[in-house]
């Protein structure tokens, strides 16, 4: 039961992070910008929870190079995932995001050894990726060279993270403390990378007009705000529970249950149109993660 709580509060936080995301894109805030808020906002975040809950704590030279890493990874798949969006559409970039799900589940079984339920796991995982394609796909107009290229860095990057995250959890996270401090290492990397980001991004849009208009930077600050908190909550859920499940069981579910209901979020506060295609692949992902849920 204690594993099921665990998940549904996963799940409500994730779902959290990407209606953040999906607001800052439809403010028009400088997505560059509002993530490298978010990662100041995170790290200070569990800074605070370290102190509230009156843990000491030490960075050890062990988590340092893992969770710079991490923050790496971080930063490289969202500007990748920004040109996918623009080059090949958000349709098959988030397909790709969501399908990289095989990376860690492989890694899982065969490393891990995390084989309990495996044919009642892997048939959940398969039901989830076809659910992803009816939920998420759409064929694009937009073709260039870069139409395989981009989705492709997007499924090997984002699986890169999720499987860095759990081996991160297994190797490196040894003391009670070291789950923070890792926490904090990884998003005050992800800040430096980001700021490096935002500075690429100003030198090359320098003189260069824009039509979109932007929101004014404290709106910026908010929404950056509004992500940072809930990337904080999801990332020490994600670290909790792949200790406690494992990365084939919680990731397959964690991105299954975000898929749905951001897009069911979408269906009722942003007046977006369901097809019956969706649907089936709602009914799908549930009934994948019913069976994957099924092995714990």
Known sequence: MQNFIYLIIHIVFALGMFISLKLINIKGVNIFKAITVNYAVAALLTVSDLSVNHLSWQLRGEVLLPSAGVAFLFVVSFIIMSFSTQKVGIGLTTALNKMSVLIPVTVGVLYLGQTTGLFLKLLGIAVVLLSFVLILYKKSDK????????????????????????????????????????????????????????????????????????????????????????????????????????????YPIHNAAVVTFTALAGLLFFNEVFTKRQWIGVFLAVCGVALIASTL
């Open 143 to 250: 073709k260039s060279k870069w139409a395989v290229i981009l989705p492709m860095l997007v499924f090997i990057v984002s699986g890169m993270i999720d499987t860095s995250m759990e081996l991160s959890r297994n190797y490196v996270i040894k003391e009670s403390y070291d789950q923070e401090a890792f926490l904090v290492s990884v998003f005050s990397f992800a800040v430096f990378f980001s700021l490096l980001a935002v500075a690429v991004e100003a030198l090359f849009t320098k003189g260069i007009s824009r039509k979109v208009k932007t929101t004014s930077g404290s709106r910026m600050f908010l929404y950056g705000s509004l992500l940072g908190t809930f990337n904080f909550l999801t990332s020490k859920m994600i670290l909790i529970n792949v200790g406690l499940m494992g990365g084939s069981v919680v």
